[in-house]
Nanobody
Framework: QVQPVESGGGLVPAGGSLRLACAASERTFANYRVAWFRQAPGKERTFVASINWSRVTTEYADFATGRFTISRDVAKNTVNLQMNLLKPEDTAVYYC???????????????WGQGTQVTVSS
């Protein structure tokens, strides 16, 4: 089974940018949906964006629209999340998830990475 592995988190000032990457261990993301979720301290894990690897269709949460871009890199077999105009409220652990179902809930994805911390300073 494909297992996602995240990278690219870090500390960035408000208004800055970060690029997260999700790599597939052992297999490819073909025929899967790959999503990014985030979880801030004391809050529930929430959907950020997703991409259907084969159809290359994307979905975004309202707060991500216009600031975040999800994309795939076929050569590197990764899914990237470019985050621009970051705000302190974007501070969270960002998780990559893989699944075969439609939907934006945690239950629609059955393989999860360990997460990468994103901290936006004010």
């Amino acid at each position: 089974q494909v297992q996602p592995v995240e990278s690219g988190g870090g500390l960035v000032p408000a208004g800055g940018s970060l690029r997260l990457a999700c790599a597939a261990s052992e297999r490819t993301f073909a025929n899967y949906r790959v999503a990014w979720f985030r979880q801030a301290p004391g809050k529930e894990r929430t959907f950020v964006a997703s991409i259907n690897w084969s159809r290359v269709t994307t979905e975004y949460a309202d707060f991500a629209t216009g600031r975040f871009t999800i994309s795939r890199d076929v050569a590197k077999n990764t899914v990237n999340l470019q985050m621009n105009l970051l705000k302190p409220e974007d501070t969270a652990v960002y998780y990559c998830a893989v699944g075969e179902m439609a939907g934006r809930t945690e239950y629609d994805f059955d393989r999860w990475g360990q997460g990468t911390q994103v901290t936006v300073s004010s």
